[in-house]
């Protein structure tokens, strides 16, 4: 286990020494937390939506995120314009389905997306990884352990039916490619009461992207820094206001000997 | 009035239990500020603004607010669709008429906000009342004595020809159905140092919305609240930046007793 | 130089005492940020970009501040509305052109806005002002002395040709209205670990151009407090997330006496 939490903090410092470019296309709740968030890890966040550039600055990054919780047709048009152009250049995408299975234009374009934009990891959570998959969710709250069930196996359908790394966040995460799995037991409860953690998860995911060729090791390393990074600002902050500032200082603060120290990894492996 | 109090406590847990969904279509600036608030108060929010989608989320909450800050064409649609969805599903409505007075475009889409979706509740400054009531305002900064008793009479007069809760926020705040009247003195003046604080009261009206079905109580204790939240915040941050953080910490924080201890309501009944 | 100082400690006085509104055009990253920073200083920020009110609402402002983070062809026709409103009033225009030079839609953008509306200062960093001025930027990270000297340059240029102060910030910052040129040396480098304090100089350089008819003065005025406040921040917060809430804080704190303290200003007059 040593050695993938050595590879992760091998790929943190890459991010710091490199800085490399992450393109959001994302929601407007979270664009500020988001693109703080990955100065704050090392990474040079650009957020640009207009049909007239995106293709542009997408092929300048290297990686790009797309989240659409604040979906509309005209952005959704360019995250459409942005993901060809990342794949014309081998840029890889990540997706988060905000709010799948809430309404029927989030699914439709959750799915939509995931079919055909080829997204090198989908970040979400079990509600969301249900309803991308076509199963019946109406989940709030805590998942009950039959959701979380569900949402596992749902997950791993998903990542072989679309050969796409699923990122399924929860109480414990779990990150597979259809083959292998991960079970990051890194968070804290307080990471529910500040909106964007979960966007935030996804934004850090494209920065690990941008310097881990493997999709499955990129999703691993990103949960378990944001993961940690909530432990580290709960230690401190115990209430929500003063805990979100407390993320930011922490995804500064991380570095191998955090890593080494907290991380909660187990792995399966075919 | 220990008993109103008392009924106060009882609607916060119920949002801390039941966290109700509170569909926001609201402006660009305050869209984080506002989620997070209502997040540490306890309850859900969400943000969709597309017309696809509106009327499904709408029917989704249990309380909407409709704030024109950066108002638009498109948003002003889609705040129609939605406010009509709620309505056909007995949702409670609340406008935030953000800058009425300051355009005429502005001024006529929250009379006609006002006149058409028939919200619960109106929540806005004196300024903003007055213009809604057809008075001329040119109000800025702190509120003479005199654009106090004209805002609180305009407040009155439009609750009674609109059927509406007026929550009229100033120094002193002055909430009434045209019957009933509430002076509320809790506050903070570094509330208006911080960008956002008048929404977040918006904001937090829906979430009492949602579980107090009497529109006059249920705007007195968002009140109160967030009034409460900028004295306990005033108390240990001193300027504005630690002081909105503090605000989202003190949602967080505020119980029953503090509640007892810190409301300062004044109510007339008929 | 003490009285250049001294003339920027009454502006800033002046701010507080008739808290002037910046209407401000931006981007949705930096919108609550910027807001707040306009706050915190003393003055009124207003957010409004439709293009039924922006005329009116440009005209009842003291500058407008015109931010092209996230541009796209809509808001740029209200920044277009919005200035020659501002113009035909005699209003000081501010102008952020935030990545020009990373796609031709922001390069020609800019070029145009500064073109035809006729700032009275444009705030960028090294790459947007080379690439303001037609030539090769593609700098990314910490400039080189090269891209120093050639963008300090071009601003030089930029500015006798165009007839506008052009306000370069970089490790030291360089104001020139193509005669009288200044140098600050305040500033820190967490501040490029947190979005938008680019954007807030600018937004702050608005509030300074509000009540300071001459905009090199205005520029230099608003580039020092926006440095100190940087510097004040990094005395007592080490991460950028805690940072970002003390630069807020700081531009509360910020008097006569704090400027005379730590401002450190070099000026070349003709």
Redesign the interface.
């Known amino acids: 286990m040593n050695e993938l939490i050595e590879r992760f903090a091998g790929r943190l410092e890459e991010i710091r020494q490199r ?1 490399p470019v992450v393109h959001n296309i994302t ?7 988001t ?2 968030a990955l ?2 890890l090392g990474a ?7 049909p ?2 995106v293709e ?2 997408a092929a ?1 990054a290297q990686a790009v995120v797309l989240n659409i ?5 005209p952005w959704i048009g360019s995250m459409f314009l942005a993901a060809r152009a990342a794949s014309a250049h081998s840029i890889p995408i990540v997706l988060d389905p905000v ?1 799948a299975g ?5 699914t439709e374009t959750a799915r939509r997306m995931l079919q055909q934009l080829r997204p090198a990891i989908v970040r979400a959570n079990a509600s969301e990884i249900l309803a991308l998959a076509g199963e019946p969710t109406h989940t ?2 805590v998942d009950s352990a039959d959701t979380v069930a569900a949402a596992r196996s749902a997950a791993l359908e998903l990542a072989r039916r679309n050969h796409v790394v699923v990122s399924l966040t929860g109480i414990e995460d779990y990150v597979t490619d259809g083959a292998r799995t991960a079970a990051i037991a890194n968070g804290h409860p307080l990471m ?5 953690t979960g966007c935030v998860a996804t934004a850090l995911t494209g920065a690990f992207c941008a310097v881990e060729p493997d999709p499955w090791l990129a999703a691993c390393g990103a949960l378990i820094v944001i993961g940690i990074a909530g432990e580290l600002a709960a230690r401190t902050h115990r ?4 805990f ?6 922490a995804l ?2 991380i570095d191998r000997a955090i890593l080494q120290t907290n991380a909660r990894l187990t792995t399966a492996l075919p």
Chains 1, 2, 3 share one sequence.
């Open positions: 800085r929601n407007f709740v979270v664009m500020n937390f693109a703080n100065l704050a040079s966040p650009v957020m640009a939506h207009a007239e550039e542009e600055m300048l919780g604040t979906l509309s047709t709010g809430a309404t029927r234009f989030r709030r709250g529910g009461r500040v909106t964007g209430r929500p206001g003063s979100q500032t407390g993320i930011l200082d500064d603060e």
